[in-house]
């Protein structure tokens, strides 16, 4: 399970002080993390940082939204429901605040979760995400995007371009460079900038000589 990952809290740490530094560049509050593929850590990264923000300023609010429709994670993860979520709102013209669910361990963490199994029918655009945005933005701190993966989902680029940041998430030794450098090239045509990318599940080898000693 997700909830099980243990917390990388030198690079969640290093993170969460980059996006405070882009704010201060007049950077917005949304922030968008996506992959090339599925299953590179997007998230656990998330979660991971919800739980860290919360923890060091108890009193900054912070949704996440799971745009991730077709793998969800998140709800499993923060222990909230399925649904209603972004599905229920898309297909059924809710507004966002009817799907929003605070999550029984941190009520400054609130999650928008994917919503109910099944491809979404409506197309997820951003005039639907800025709607959705409009009303409940101004209640929060951060808003976090879990993306669905670049190169597997159209859902990904439809979206990208509301978020004030976008962060790539790439698994270490899992992910190449043509994959990546692919990635890229989609997001600079849709005028994308990457805010910086995360190198999630790095292995930390002993080196030879030090094992030796142990």
């Not at 509050?29 to 990264?45: A, D, M, P, Q």
């Not at 923060?78 to 507004?95: D, F, T, V, Y």
């Not at 989902?153 to 371009?161: E, Q, T």
Request: charged share 20%.
């Amino acid at each position: 399970m997700l909830m099980k990952n243990l917390r990388d809290t030198e690079q969640i740490a290093a993170l969460e002080q980059q996006m405070f530094l882009l704010r201060q560049k007049n950077k917005g509050k949304i922030v968008l993390f996506t992959s090339s593929r599925g299953k590179e850590g997007v998230s656990t990264i998330i979660f991971n940082l919800s739980l860290h923000i919360a923890e060091k300023y108890p009193e900054r609010n912070i949704l996440i939204i799971d745009a991730n429709v077709n793998s969800p994670m998140l709800h499993t993860a923060l222990n909230i429901p399925l649904s209603p979520g972004l599905n229920e709102a898309i297909k059924e013209n809710r507004s966002l605040a009817e799907s929003i669910h605070v999550v029984p361990s941190s009520c400054s963490i609130h999650v928008v979760p994917s919503g109910s199994n099944g491809v979404v029918k409506k197309v997820i655009t951003p005039e639907v995400f800025s709607s959705f945005l409009a009303n409940i933005e101004s209640r929060y701190d951060w808003i976090l995007i879990d993306a669905p993966p670049i190169l597997e989902s159209a859902d990904a680029l439809s979206i990208i371009n509301i978020a004030d940041m976008i962060f790539l998430v790439v698994q270490a030794h899992k992910t190449t460079s043509d994959v990546v450098s692919k990635t890229k090239t989609y997001l600079e045509k849709q005028d994308c900038i990457i805010d910086g990318v995360i190198l999630n599940r790095v292995r930390k080898v002993i080196p030879d000589w030090l094992y030796k000693r142990l």
